[in-house]
């Protein structure tokens, strides 16, 4: 017997959303050994960061609020990873 659910989207807050586009172009990463986010300071990929928030935001939101998502989760990740000596 087949049966048929709704999937549920993978991603499920604006935050998530935000860190996946962040981590898509490459403008965060995470600890190998802790897993915490880290930014990588690079200009370019913060800008491809925003350029994908800005084409392909998710349903429901404006460009503009996509794109102030992305900015603000950068603001609060770190470069540096709070466990590593």
């Known amino acids: ?3 048929t659910r709704v999937r549920r ?6 935050r998530g959303w935000a860190i996946h586009v962040l981590q ?3 403008a965060i ?5 802790h897993g ?3 930014d990588r300071a ?5 800008e491809r960061a925003s ?6 935001p998710p349903a429901g939101i404006c460009a503009d609020e996509a794109v ?3 900015r603000e989760v950068l603001d609060s990740i770190g470069d540096t990873c709070p466990e590593c000596p």
Do not use: N, Y
């Open 1 to 3: 017997m087949l049966m």
């Open 9 to 14: 989207p993978a991603i499920r807050t604006l």
């Open 24 to 26: 898509e172009a490459g």
């Open 29 to 33: 990463r995470e600890c190998e050994e």
């Open 51 to 56: 350029d994908i928030a800005r084409k392909d």
């Open 68 to 70: 102030a998502e992305v």
């Open 42 to 46: 690079d200009p370019h990929a913060r």
């Open 36 to 38: 915490w986010m880290q």
